[in-house]
């Protein structure tokens, strides 16, 4: 099982942002993950289109856009124009999450859902045969740099195990608090194969970016 490893654009230094990219995209990290915040599904704004537009100028890289924000629906068209690939919604931000999703897979990109850790798995069952991807929170959503949360190991778990029952194709990817010892289990132990990497293994760790990507895929 490869791994598939999304860069937590919300981490990147802002200094130099032009050149950052440019490096991720050589490191050898498959995804740019964009953190959109509304300031009411979580108490936090962040990124926006215009990062977006900056990474896909620099990038051929696929570009997810990880919408925290109510009604997603209402932006979806301007995340598809402005060349996101894969645009996650939290199901519970929608009182009709399923025709967001059929929309997004109407421009062409692919329709992911993400499940916060309040979320329980049997909300989504229902859905999961229409989406490619599936984020796991390990963290509550809103701010980078938190810690993984232990007692949602159950939750991942549950998820390989009914994907693999139902034969279905949809990617789990963990985002929030992926470190070492969070990835060796998940993915040795549980067999989850995605992963948004922030500070923890990506960011602020004093090595070029390749080399915590070749260390992260040698996990
Ligand atoms: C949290 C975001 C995550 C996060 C990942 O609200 O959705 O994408 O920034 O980075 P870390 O794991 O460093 O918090
Ligand atoms: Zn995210």
Known sequence: MEKILCASMLNLPIENM???????????????????MDGTF???????????DLIRKLSNR?????????????YIKMMADHGCDIIYIHPEAELIPTETLDQI???GKKPGIVINPALSLEM??????????????GVNPGFAGRDF???????????????????????IILDGGADER???TMYHDVGVEGYVLGKQL?????????????????I
């Open 18 to 36: 032009k050149e950052e990219i440019v490096e991720l995209d050589k490191s050898g990290v498959d995804i740019f993950h964009v953190d959109i």
């Open 182 to 184: 969070v990835i060796r």
């Open 202 to 218: 990506l960011f602020f760790q004093n090595k070029p970016y390749k080399d915590c990507v070749d260390f992260v895929r040698a």
């Open 62 to 74: 696929p570009i997810d856009c990880h919408m925290m924000v109510m009604q997603p629906r209402r």
């Open 124 to 137: 989504v069952k229902d859905i999961l045969p229409i989406v490619d991807y599936v984020i796991i929170m």
């Open 149 to 171: 949360m232990d007692y949602l190991i159950p939750k991942f778990k549950e998820l390989t195990r009914y994907r693999a029952e139902k034969a279905l194709a949809f990617k």
């Open 42 to 52: 979580v108490p936090n704004f962040a990124m926006s289109v215009r990062e977006i």
């Open 105 to 107: 897979r109407a421009l």
